[in-house]
């Protein structure tokens, strides 16, 4: 595997399921990302982890839950999420947090809420 | 506020017919502007990055330029696999790695 990876790539859950949603980055950074795309709306950064520890949390509900073990591996827990939480859901990595590094993203996790 | 307006918000072209893609900003102590390319049902996929007014990077059929303003992707002599959205993204001064990220500009090359 090369690059970053994302899984699965399409996640279909109602709105009283519990679902993870997994990043593994294969460049060797130090900071991963997790994004929101909705149609007709820009990226919206949800969270930032830079050496493990989390440095953002761009005021996203309690619903999402994020978790990063290691450099390598982000994880993104959903419960109890609503039908506006449909979207595409980016994961990315970069060499160092705070620098002026250019990001790497995955091909997404398509999220339908029923 | 920080913000990133991107023009026009869909362009059709025919094969070979050269344009401009147009990305403005406002932020305070720009720290790097960046050009990603998504697909369809894929995540965007890093062209370049500008860090200083003046500057300017190719790749293939693509020029990207910087101005203390705004930033403009052109495109020479389009071909159909150039079809896809552009992103412009903005990086601001702090000690945060955030992207303000615009809307994007849909392309569409016609052969």
């Known amino acids: 595997e090369t690059g970053v990876t994302q899984t699965p790539r399409h996640l279909v859950m109602g709105m009283t399921n519990k679902k993870s949603l997994k990043c593994e980055q294969h460049l060797g950074h130090n900071a991963m990302y997790w994004y929101k795309q909705s149609a007709k709306k820009p990226l919206e950064l949800m969270f930032v982890y830079n050496f493990k520890e989390q440095t953002e949390n761009n005021s996203v509900p309690s619903r999402f839950s994020p978790e990063c073990p290691n450099s390598s591996h982000l994880f993104l827990h959903l419960h109890t999420l609503q039908p506006e939480d449909s979207a595409l859901y980016l994961c990315?990595?970069?060499?160092?947090?705070?620098?002026?590094?250019?990001?790497?993203f995955g091909p997404g996790t398509r999220l339908t809420v029923l | 506020e920080d913000q990133v307006t991107q023009s026009p918000e869909a362009l059709r072209l025919q094969e070979g017919e050269s344009s401009s893609l147009n990305c403005s900003y406002t932020v305070s102590g720009l720290r790097g502007l960046f050009w990603y390319r998504q697909d369809p049902g894929k995540g965007p996929e890093f062209l370049f990055t500008?860090?200083?007014a003046g500057e300017e990077k190719e790749k293939e059929r693509l020029k990207a330029t910087l101005t203390k303003k705004e930033s403009f992707l052109h495109i020479t002599a389009p071909k159909p696999e150039d079809s896809a959205t552009y992103l412009c993204a903005v990086q601001a001064g702090g000690a945060t790695n955030k992207l303000i990220f615009g809307t994007g500009t849909l392309l569409a090359v016609q052969p």
């Open positions: 990315a990595s970069s060499p160092r947090g705070g620098g002026r590094d250019e990001q790497f």
């Open positions: 500008l860090y200083s």
